[in-house]
């Protein structure tokens, strides 16, 4: 019987994805025409794969969100090899090692190791964004009428948020404004942005969220729709993904020992915020250092000689 990825059902639901959905959920789910395409590049690569390695590669396609992208990043580099016509062997056994790198590539009489690895957010900072992704999912599902809200995140709790007294509170705030009176009030304020429209701070459990309420044109009033309707950029925050790049490859620089061909390390970072160029052939302007040359290599000083 043929392994697929993807299951073989009637696909009728081409809604976007849920804030709180998970990747291989929605694929698996979507009857979007974008996506079908999506789902078939997929199962083309997954069919180019040796039956044994079809199993483990499947089970970590279709889980969350972070062995899903490490399964991706795998499948992607075993099509890209087979395409530029190398031999490929999975999971090579390495003598006197009980651990095995993902593959050993061999074209024209020269092999190489090669080990895929992915960079994005830690696990903390994984099961944080879950917990905001929920609130964001349910406050999408709340019906009001002739607002929207636009919401800015400035820290969430170590628990989940509960939800069921913000949305009493949020309801009967925007119930208690008139749509037509805070429009009127906008365009006469001297205040600009979001602090010329009128705000509900939550400060609950760890949670510290803000609202803002948003008239909407007045021939969208009247009919229920969802409450959410932007979401707000909170605080800034220090990017770093050099850190991030660095401890992916410290831990793959000596855990096969010494090795009888050269060990490849193929680092996805697919980080939130991509604070520079991820190509050394154009650097960004006002840094002569992309972020995988700064993980690889010691930062630099430059020294200008005195006059004396």
């Known amino acids: 019987m043929e392994i697929k990825v993807f299951d073989d059902l009637?696909?009728?639901?081409?809604?976007?994805?849920?804030?709180?959905?998970?990747?291989?959920?929605?694929?698996?789910?979507?009857?979007?025409?974008y996506f079908e395409r999506v789902r078939d590049l997929i199962e083309d690569w997954f069919s180019h794969l040796?039956?044994?390695?079809?199993?483990?590669?499947r089970g970590a396609l279709r889980a969350d969100d972070r062995q899903m992208e490490s399964a991706f990043w795998e499948l992607f580099l075993h099509e890209a090899y087979r395409c530029s016509g190398y031999e490929i062997?999975?999971?090579?056994?390495?003598?006197?090692?009980?651990?095995?790198?993902?593959?050993?590539?061999?074209?024209?009489?020269?092999?190489?190791?090669?080990?895929?690895?992915?960079?994005?957010?830690?696990p903390t900072a994984i099961a944080e964004d879950r917990r905001l992704q929920d609130v964001h999912q349910i406050l999408n599902d709340l019906e009001v009428q002739d607002f929207a809200l636009e919401l800015s995140t400035y820290t969430v709790g170590t628990k989940a948020l509960a939800t069921k007294r913000l949305r009493q509170t949020l309801k009967a705030w925007l119930d208690g404004l008139d749509a037509d009176t805070v429009a009127r009030s906008v365009e006469t304020r001297t205040s600009a942005g979001f602090d010329a429209l009128p705000s509900?701070?939550?400060d609950d459990e760890g949670w510290y969220l803000e609202f803002h309420a948003l008239p909407l044109k007045e021939e969208a009033r009247g009919k229920a729709r969802s409450a959410l309707g932007m979401l707000g950029p909170g605080e800034a925050v220090v990017v770093d993904n050099v850190t991030g790049i660095r401890r992916a490859l410290d831990s793959k620089k000596n855990k096969y020992?010494?090795?009888?061909?050269?060990?490849?390390?193929?680092?996805?970072?697919?980080?939130i915020y991509r604070r520079r160029t991820m190509s050394s052939s154009r650097p960004s302007t006002g840094s002569r250092h992309t972020d995988p040359t700064k993980a690889l290599f010691a930062p630099t000083a430059s020294f200008r000689r005195g006059s004396g």
């Open 89 to 122: 062997e999975i999971h090579p056994d390495i003598p006197g090692r009980p651990t095995r790198p993902d593959f050993r590539m061999t074209r024209d009489g020269e092999s190489f190791y090669l080990e895929a690895v992915s960079v994005g957010q830690a």
């Open 200 to 202: 509900l701070d939550w």
């Open 10 to 33: 009637p696909r009728t639901d081409a809604t976007p994805a849920r804030h709180n959905e998970g990747r291989f959920a929605f694929l698996n789910r979507s009857a979007s025409q």
């Open 50 to 57: 040796p039956q044994a390695a079809k199993n483990d590669l």
């Open 257 to 271: 020992g010494q090795l009888d061909a050269p060990l490849v390390v193929a680092v996805l970072s697919n980080t």
